[in-house]
């Protein structure tokens, strides 16, 4: 075995982390290179194939901590004191140097950073984030994981040409998560995530916080994704090939098979799979060649499961997340290797896809708080709903390569949204692996489901997946996999596709329509339920749009909307709750058959050129509904608890 020179590394990691930190310019909060622990340790310089240049560089540069995010000013309303922070982010090009030897990597990323600035959420708190779009491309912006109303949750055709903006109010509504943000532009999705438009949004809340997990530095966001790179150190992506993109070099927090230096305690690690095509299966050995450590898995998706998951390994497939706490106070002074399985699904395996990052464990620990067991109860979560309205999605290939569901793919307009769950209802999809094979981690937006079976292939729901509440599962060759949720809060247009992002922009990306109830007494505007509404689109960068008054105008505008405010929540929580008891059906159709309902989509799939004298009339408002109550206390605890009615729902159709 050749083993990697010692001396060497060491040697020329210490030129090249002052050439590395000249030219990296991440924001503060990058963690600086310990002293207590070496790096450059040699492992086993790993025999295989490489697509990319050789890496040789294993653990030897730190893990970059993504900074958070500030807001840039806060609006508050006169009357209600209700509260809406309002940050910015600037979408634009840069180049990171990511291998040593070869010339810095050019990406577009969020503030200019990849994975861009992390967002840090408190529940009860709304916001409003302004992308402008100063990069090569067109940007639609998604966060993955919250029910954000249709015209802010990245609708793939909702895209902001470079020159323009887009403001996305947020909800902040739900409970404790690890949500995070990404590209959604139709056809593009996975090259602009690729090419470095992804982040963390964490929403934390106060129920968490009197857990005693680990927090501060012992709280860290990891986002593992696989890339492939050219010669010259650019990256390789070609647009035309349909079949995935696993890559070579495996990246956590935008640098590949970096270190952390830990302290012999425990941690919570917030496992995100942000790669274009590429799924795990991590385990944690001390050495390459040890045998798996056992960890508490403790969140995933949608946030904290009812009780810690004991497991010595997570397997993990795009767009999931899954959060762990790790104990490393038995491992001082050791070196901790975050592993990867060879062989999974249809991956492709290179040189050293078998390895993720170092843990160098120290001997000392700083600061013991936050340190004890994980508590054996996390939190409420209401038993999965009864419910007999099943609905069946195939996910396959066609003759011609392209990836479909039910046959219908994104650029089928007339055709694209499937099904039209009643707003409220429960329903079980059955989703199902069709032709072609491949991997497809299904992801529904809007909705927190749970994983209710799998069967063919791995034939068992592993207990991480049915712990929590998700909103992606993943349906590998061969399997079936049932999923249930409620469709609520918000009626409107809602993507769900496949999370290899090669299949997604090769049209593995299809829509569902909420529908309204009738005479249920809740708010009945539809302001919301179009995401291409003209209001809401992107405008044209014009400073006079940047000026802290006109800000300020347009947070009082958002405000005035009543989008998310606890009033139309809680009406629209007793009339979903009236018609739970009621057993009585809005006459609506619940087919997954095609449907010809596109004149609203048809006419707007195609972004007209948005005026740039659309300047946003703060009287505009459409929903007229009173604020009588402060948001400022827990938005959603009546909603959260709505699932403890459902099993007890009767239906009669
Ligand atoms: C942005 O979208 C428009 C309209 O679909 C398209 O014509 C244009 O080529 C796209 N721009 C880029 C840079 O891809
Ligand atoms: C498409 O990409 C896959 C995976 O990287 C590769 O194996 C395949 O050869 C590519 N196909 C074409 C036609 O380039
Ligand atoms: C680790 O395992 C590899 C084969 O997987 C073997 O070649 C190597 O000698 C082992 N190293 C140690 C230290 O046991
Ligand atoms: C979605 O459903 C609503 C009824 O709730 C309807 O008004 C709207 O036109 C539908 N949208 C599309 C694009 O079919
Ligand atoms: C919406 O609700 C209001 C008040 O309940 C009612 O007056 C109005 O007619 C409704 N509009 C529609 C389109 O149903
Ligand atoms: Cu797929």
Redesign the pocket.
């Known amino acids: 075995m050749l083993l990697f020179p010692t001396w060497k590394a060491g040697f020329l990691s210490t030129l090249l982390a002052i050439s590395y930190a000249q030219i990296h310019s991440r924001p503060k909060g990058i963690q600086t290179l310990g002293s207590t622990v070496s790096r450059g340790e040699s492992i086993p310089r790993p025999a295989g194939k490489w697509v990319s240049p050789e890496y040789r560089w294993f653990f030897e540069y730190p893990l970059p901590i993504p900074s958070t995010k500030s807001p840039k000013l806060t609006y508050t309303n006169d009357k209600t004191h209700a509260i809406i922070d309002y940050y910015e982010v600037e979408v634009k090009p840069v180049k990171q140097q990511i291998f040593p030897n070869l010339s810095p990597t050019e990406l577009v990323a969020y503030d200019g950073v990849s994975p861009g600035p992390m967002f840090v959420m408190h529940k009860g708190r709304e916001a409003v984030v302004r992308f402008s779009n100063n990069g090569p491309t067109n940007m639609s912006v998604h966060v993955h994981g919250q029910y954000n109303r249709a015209p802010f949750d990245g609708w793939a055709a909702d895209y902001a040409y470079p020159g323009q903006y887009k403001d996305y109010y947020y909800p902040n509504a739900q409970n404790a998560r690890t949500v995070w943000y990404h590209d959604h532009t139709e056809y593009a999705t996975g090259e602009h995530t690729y090419r470095g438009q992804d982040g963390f949004y964490i929403i934390t809340d106060s129920e968490e916080q009197s857990l005693g997990l680990p927090s501060g530095k012992y709280d860290v966001p990891l986002a593992i994704s696989a890339k492939v790179y050219n010669l010259d150190g650019s990256l390789k992506f070609d647009t035309n090939n349909n079949s995935g993109l696993w890559g070579d070099i495996i990246h956590v927090n935008g640098q590949p098979w970096p270190y952390l230096n830990v302290e012999p305690r425990k941690y919570r690690f917030r496992l995100l799979d942000a790669s274009v095509s590429r799924t795990y299966d991590l385990s944690f050995v001390e050495g390459l060649n040890g045998s798996a450590i056992p960890f508490n898995a403790i969140a995933s998706d949608s946030g904290l499961f009812s009780q810690p998951v004991n497991t010595d390994n997570i397997a993990m497939s795009m767009g999931e997340r899954y959060e762990i706490v790790f104990d490393f106070s038995g491992h001082a002074g050791k070196k901790i290797i975050l592993k990867n399985s060879h062989g999974l699904g249809e991956n492709v395996d290179y040189a050293a896809t078998d390895m993720v990052m170092q843990f160098n464990v120290g001997s000392s620990v700083s600061d013991s708080s936050n340190n004890g067991d994980v508590p054996s109860s996390l939190r409420y979560i209401p038993p999965a709903p009864k419910s007999d309205v099943v609905k069946d999605f195939t996910f396959g290939r066609s003759d011609d390569g392209t990836w479909l569901i039910n046959g219908v793919g994104f650029s089928d307009v007339e055709h694209r949204?499937l099904t039209?769950p009643p707003r409220g209802d429960d329903e079980i999809w059955t989703l199902h692996n069709g032709n072609g094979g491949g991997t497809h981690p299904v992801h529904i937006h809007l909705v927190d489901f749970q994983v209710l079976s799998r069967t063919g292939g791995r034939n068992n729901v592993l207990p991480y997946e049915s712990a929590g509440m998700k909103d992606v599962v993943w349906l590998a060759g061969g399997e079936t996999v049932q999923v249930v949720a409620r469709y609520a809060p918000w009626?409107?247009?809602y993507m769900f596709h496949c999370h290899n992002l090669v299949h997604e922009d090769h049209d593995m990306l299809a829509a569902f329509?909420v529908?309204?109830l009738a005479k249920w007494g809740y708010d009945n505007s539809?302001i919301f339920?179009?995401p291409m509404q003209p209001e809401f689109r992107p405008k044209n960068i014009n400073a006079a749009d940047y000026t802290q008054d006109a800000i300020l105008k347009k947070l009082a505008w958002f405000y005035s909307s009543d989008a998310y405010h606890i009033g139309n929540l809680g009406a629209v929580s007793s009339a979903l709750d009236a018609y739970s008891t009621s057993g009585v059906r809005a006459p609506t159709t619940s087919s997954n058959s095609r449907?010809l309902?596109?004149?609203?989509?048809a006419s707007s799939s195609s972004p007209g050129i948005v005026s740039s004298s659309s300047a946003i009339s703060p009287t505009t408002t459409t929903s007229a509904a009173s604020k009588s109550t402060i948001a400022t206390t827990s938005t959603s605890s009546t909603w959260s608890h709505r699932g403890l009615t459902a099993s007890t729902r009767t239906k009669r159709w």
């Open positions: 949204i039209r009626d409107g247009v329509n529908t309204q539809t339920i179009d449907s309902e596109t004149s609203v989509l």
